[in-house]
T-cell receptor, first 112, second 114 residues
Framework: AQSVTQPDIHITVSEGASLELRCNYS??????LFWYVQSPGQGLQLLLK??????LVQGIKGFEAEFKRSQSSFNLRKPSVHWSDAAEYFC??????????FGTGTRLQVFP | DVKVTQSSRYLVKRTGEKVFLECVQD?????MFWYRQDPGLGLRLIYF???????EKGDIPEGYSVSREKKERFSLILESASTNQTSMYLC?????????????FGDGTRLSIL
């Protein structure tokens, strides 16, 4: 069965610092992978997705993610964090079942 | 842009009441979903629907039912509300194959059962 783990519940960074949010998945074949962001009081917004091809994926708001099959990971990165990036981030995995599996989320706090 | 609209942002109901949460999408998507979101548990799928009048149980369907009479509308029903159903409820929609298409979310309904 497919599953996804976000090991970090809460991360704090200073504005301008780089960011990496971790996501590990379990799936037998090449998965479909997604990162979503949820600002306070809002629904989830798609940041980026990986289906196949180039393992480095660019998304909106300056985010990117790298698919590493050998590590079963799909970590989200941003070179310089802005205060408006403070939110909760969810990784999700899809495969050949009929639903997406979401991680439990990582809450990002940004200090000025 | 896809718009998924949930009828209420905040809702307060009493134990034992029948509660309806409504969701409408404007992009002719085949698939619609209801999730509940609780701290530390992420998103858990309650029910989903591939087409009009079709419904499938998700991971936590107990205490809930759904209705999809029109393609654009997917309703979640709490038959007899209980305090453990206090939560954030998120509706989503998508095109095509569920497992490889991004889902588009509404802003959520924060439901409190007193």
């Amino acid at each position: 069965a497919q599953s996804v783990t976000q090991p970090d519940i809460h991360i704090t960074v200073s504005e301008g610092a780089s960011l990496e949010l971790r996501c590990n998945y379990s799936y037998g074949a090449t998965p479909y992978l997604f990162w979503y962001v949820q600002s306070p009081g809002q629904g989830l917004q798609l940041l980026l997705k990986y289906f196949s091809g180039d393992t480095l994926v660019q998304g909106i708001k300056g985010f990117e993610a790298e698919f590493k099959r050998s590590q079963s990971s799909f970590n989200l990165r941003k070179p310089s964090v802005h205060w408006s990036d403070a939110a909760e981030y969810f990784c999700a995995v899809g495969g050949y079942t009929d639903k997406l599996i979401f991680g439990t989320g990582t809450r990002l706090q940004v200090f000025p | 842009d896809v718009k998924v609209t949930q009828s209420s942002r905040y809702l307060v109901k009493r134990t034992g009441e029948k509660v309806f949460l409504e969701c409408v999408q404007d992009m002719d998507h085949e698939n619609m979903f209801w999730y509940r979101q609780d701290p530390g548990l992420g998103l858990r799928l309650i029910y989903f629907s591939y087409d009009v009048k079709m419904k499938e149980k998700g991971d936590i369907p107990e205490g809930y039912s759904v209705s999809r009479e029109k393609k654009e509308r997917f309703s979640l029903i709490l038959e007899s509300a209980s305090t453990n159903q206090t939560s954030m409820y998120l509706c989503a929609s998508s095109l095509g194959q569920v497992s490889n298409q991004p889902q588009h979310f509404g802003d959520g309904t924060r439901l409190s059962i007193l």
